[in-house]
Structure formats: structure tokens, C-alpha cells
């Protein structure tokens, strides 16, 4: 076991000799769009996601189902599996089976095992100092779906969330694996302050973040101004708030930096002197508002800076 419980990362990796290793991981979510078809892509490009931010190469997946079978047309569940199907396509990933269960409430979502090279693994304990940190997507999904819940969010903000959540982190991952990043992890339920936390506590380092520089969704601070924040934000905030300096004026803004991600980008920490070029073949492969939020820096352990 090369990766494993002794210290919490994206995904497990067991070694299979000296230039094969197995990346293992498993997620499954809550329907976050109405849209059947929709939410399964999400749901799928979400679990792939750790294999990615590991620096692996997905090769199989298997589907984690439930549904309310007795009071849910089954056209829902096939369309939720076409979404997915469609995206493990793009991914080049093969689908080989699954399990299901009735339930009262819809979650949908994969177990994923990829490969890598025993020496090439990418985890989130090996950031540096002097490390600069690149995240690849914007940040605000869970101020948005909740904003979609509520039912105040026009087609067009839902067509750019959609897309965003439903795309591949495999282009920026390659990118990331070809210049030799240091560490990595991906923005998902903890929000950015708490993955960049766990980054920080694996890797017994500190890291400064530049609230001015971290990229959102433009309508993110209009639904968090007007309280459509996600129970997970809080809960985000009370764990990690020990760890966290934030002299910031605007509270909805740090309340964004704390906003559950689901299918959120990688965050990336790579060598000051490949920073730049990390950042321009990143927005070369697609992510157009990738930007460097941070660095590590030498200091009190796990302590986090927002400057």
C-alpha cells in the first residue's frame, strides 16, 4: 500500500510490481441540477476526479446506485446513466458494472480505479515551500445550487454551471504530471480553505492564500449577499476556523472560500520557477479561469493566511 489511511489523500494507491500501481477511489452525490442527464455527467466527472488529482490514468469504473424505484419512473435512472456513461466515454474509461439499491432518496455515483507509475503518484502532503498554488476552476457550485433550489437562477448561469461541474480535471491533470507538481489535491465538499488546510496539514507547511486572485462564478457573491449559502459552508467554517487567519471586511467573500464544491477544480502546488507555465498550458487545455490563489510559505505549521 503506497497510499492509504495514515494519512487522508484523494485516493488509494497499492503497488502491483515496480512500474505498476492501482488507484482506487469511490464517490457518489445528490441530484445538485434537476436535470436527469445532467446530474449523472456531474456525478461522474466528480468521482474521476480523485483519480486525476492523484496524477493516475482512470481505466474502469463501476456504477453506485440508489433510487426510489417505486415512486420514480425508471426513465430518470437511465437518463442519470447516459449522462455518465457519456462522460466515462470522453474520459476513455470503460464501465464494467455496478450495484443498486432501492432508496428513498436519489444518489448516484462510481467507483473508479486508474492507474500510475509507483514513483509518479501525486498527493497532497508533498507541497513545498516556495511551492506556488494553481486552482484550475472557479470557485462557488454549492452557493449556485442552492441558488438553483430556491428557484432564482436564470438558464444561462445553469447552462455555465453545468458545464463547468461537468468537466473533465483529466487535461489539467496530464498537464500537472508532465511538469512535475510537487502535490495536488481536488475542490470538492471541504470548499478551498478546507482542502487547502488538509493540503497544509499533510505536508506540515503554511500557506498563504490572495483572496484578490481566487477566481468564482461572477454571480456567487449576489446569492451568498442574499443568504443562499449551503449548510456545508458552515460547517466547513466551524471545523477550520482554528487554523485560518482572514482579516477580510467582506464576510460573504470568505464565506465563498469556504463553499462545498461538488466536481470542483485541482489545486495545484508546483515549483515557483513552473508556475507561469503550468498556469499558461492549463488555460491552453481548456480552463480559461485557472489562476495562481497562493504559495507556501515557511511558518507556524497548518496555519492558513488569507492576504
Known amino acids: 500500500m503506497l497510499v492509504g489511511l495514515n494519512k487522508a489523500d484523494d485516493a488509494g494507491v497499492y503497488r502491483i510490481n515496480d512500474d505498476l500501481a492501482v488507484v482506487q477511489t469511490v464517490d457518489f452525490i445528490t441530484p445538485i441540477v434537476d436535470d436527469p442527464y445532467s446530474f449523472g455527467m456531474i456525478a461522474a466527472a466528480n468521482a474521476l476526479s480523485d483519480v486525476y488529482a492523484m496524477g493516475g490514468k482512470p481505466i474502469t469504473a463501476m ?68 511551492d506556488k498554488l494553481i486552482l484550475t476552476k472557479p470557485l462557488g457550485t454549492g452557493i449556485l445550487t442552492t441558488a438553483i433550489k430556491a428557484g432564482i437562477v436564470d438558464d444561462k448561469i445553469k447552462a455555465r454551471l453545468i458545464e463547468q461541474m461537468a468537466q473533465l480535471n483529466r ?31 499533510n505536508s506540515g507547511v503554511s500557506i498563504e492564500l490572495y483572496t484578490d486572485k481566487v477566481p468564482f462564478i461572477s454571480e456567487v457573491l449576489q446569492f451568498a449577499r442574499m443568504g443562499l449559502i449551503p449548510e456545508g459552508m458552515y460547517t466547513n467554517r466551524e471545523f477550520r476556523a482554528p487554523m485560518v487567519e482572514a482579516n477580510l471586511a467582506d464576510e460573504e467573500l470568505l464565506n465563498v472560500f469556504y463553499d462545498p464544491q461538488t466536481s470542483g477544480g485541482l489545486l495545484i502546488a508546483v515549483p515557483p520557477k513552473r508556475a507561469e507555465i503550468m498556469l499558461t498550458r492549463i488555460r491552453q487545455t481548456g480552463y480559461r479561469e485557472a489562476a495562481i490563489v497562493g504559495q507556501v510559505v515557511d511558518g507556524k505549521k497548518s496555519h492558513i493566511t488569507l492576504r
Open 171 to 201: 487535461e489539467a491533470s496530464e498537464v500537472m504530471v508532465s511538469l512535475e507538481a510537487h502535490a495536488c489535491t481536488d475542490i470538492t465538499g471541504f470548499g478551498l480553505i478546507g482542502h487547502v488546510c488538509e493540503m497544509a496539514e
Open 63 to 130: 456504477n453506485v446506485v440508489c433510487f426510489p424505484s417505486e415512486t420514480m419512473d425508471i426513465s430518470v435512472l437511465s437518463q442519470i446513466l447516459r449522462g455518465a456513461l457519456d462522460k466515462l466515454n470522453e474520459a476513455d474509461v470503460a464501465l464494467v458494472g455496478g450495484h443498486s439499491v432501492k432508496d428513498d432518496e436519489i444518489k448516484y455515483g462510481l467507483s473508479i480505479t486508474g492507474i500510475i507509475h509507483p514513483q509518479r503518484i501525486i498527493t497532497k502532503s508533498r507541497a513545498k515551500v516556495g
